[in-house]
């Protein structure tokens, strides 16, 4: 009946003043317990929070963003072509790891490409003017500087896979250098002895080290690299088409290829289909991520395991604990996280 009341006297919304009023409180007193401030004594937060269950106050969280320098929302940004953000569920796992972790909280995700320097410039003036708390990438390139100008304007960053070893900002990744190792390794155990790659592009660091344990291991192994046996993809299908035509044509002894996704997998295999290659007996073919794409081929993929929608959750922990962080930007960046998880073999039919 209270609740009721409340609304007839305001003919509407309870407002904060009615709140306070309510509790025998000043306005401020109020907003100090709505937002969590220690400085309110227990006998007042304990009327000022029955005062807020009888009026059926709901606080405006803008207004309070607004008071507190927040937007209440954070960007996730994906540098790379509309279609194949749209086509490859990699990037599907990382928005569902990331929506996992804003799930309990009042921000809002904004979902942006940027695959050109055009796109990338707006989204620098559109960060600049602070219309975001925090941004995560995903997919970064060598050379993108946009990561950085944020870190300049100290908007909270972090990143899903490193640009290089000496990132400076915090990260989040998958052990590719030992996910290869593993793939390598469990064919070189099936008798394998001409193994090919078909890498990523190798201006993204996930992809050199992909590459990197591949050679790693061949090395160690005593087989030796062999040039003749790798060739560059871009991570899409029609990529692991042309790389495997190029590869047959250049090496039609190969015994096994190594595909660093199971989207340039699949491109891979229906190449070796076409020319007559049986899938394990006369070439073997593992691929990386172990997607849904992996287990609906036909033979099911080998695949490397990279916990994606995991990564993307983690990498939301990290942010929203920065942006949380009371300290000055100088400080949080002597404390920046460069988490590593661990990479898994799924062995199947294909190998």
């Known amino acids: 009946m209270a609740t009721r009341q409340g609304f007839a006297r305001s003919g509407g919304r309870p407002t904060l003043e009615e709140v306070a009023a309510r509790a025998g409180v000043g306005r401020g007193t109020v907003s100090r317990v709505i937002n969590g401030s220690p400085r309110v004594s227990d006998a007042t937060r304990e009327a000022v929070e029955r005062a807020i269950a009888e009026l059926g106050y709901v606080p405006n969280n803008a207004a309070r963003a607004l008071a507190a320098n927040r937007t209440e929302a954070i960007a996730l940004v994906i540098p790379e072509p509309g279609p194949r953000v749209f086509t490859e569920p990699y990037f599907a796992e990382i928005v569902r790891g990331v929506s996992a972790a804003l799930a309990d909280t009042s921000l809002q995700l904004l979902l942006t490409m940027a695959g050109s320097d055009r796109e990338r410039r707006g989204l620098a003036d559109y960060f600049g003017a602070h219309r975001v708390d925090g941004v995560l990438f995903v997919s970064l390139h060598a050379d993108d500087p946009l990561p950085d100008l944020l870190d300049q304007l100290a908007i909270p960053t972090v990143v899903s896979g490193p640009r290089s070893a000496d990132e400076p900002l915090a990260s989040v990744d998958s052990d590719n250098a030992g996910g290869a190792r593993l793939a390598v390794s469990h064919l070189l155990a099936r008798g394998r002895t001409k193994i090919a790659a078909i890498t990523g592009k190798l201006d993204v660091y996930g992809a050199q080290r992909r590459l990197a344990g591949y050679r790693e291991t061949l090395a160690d192994a005593g087989v030796g690299v062999d040039e003749t046996l790798i060739e560059p993809g871009d991570f899409s299908e029609e990529s692991g088409r042309l790389a495997m035509e190029a590869l047959l044509a250049r090496r039609p002894d ?50 490397v395991r990279q916990p994606i929608a995991e990564m993307g959750r983690a990498m939301t922990e990290i942010l929203l604990a920065d942006i949380a962080d009371p300290r000055p930007a100088a400080a949080r960046r002597l404390d920046r996280p460069q988490l590593v998880l661990p990479s898994e073999l799924m062995v199947r039919a294909s190998s």
């Not at 076409?274 to 997607?291: F, H, K, N, W």
């Open 254 to 303: 190969l015994d096994a290829v190594f595909a660093a996704s199971d989207v340039m997998a699949a491109g891979a295999r229906q190449v070796l289909r076409e020319s007559g290659r049986r899938i394990p007996e006369d070439v073997a073919l593992i691929g990386y991520d172990d997607s849904p794409i992996a287990r609906h081929l036909d033979p099911q993929l080998t695949s």
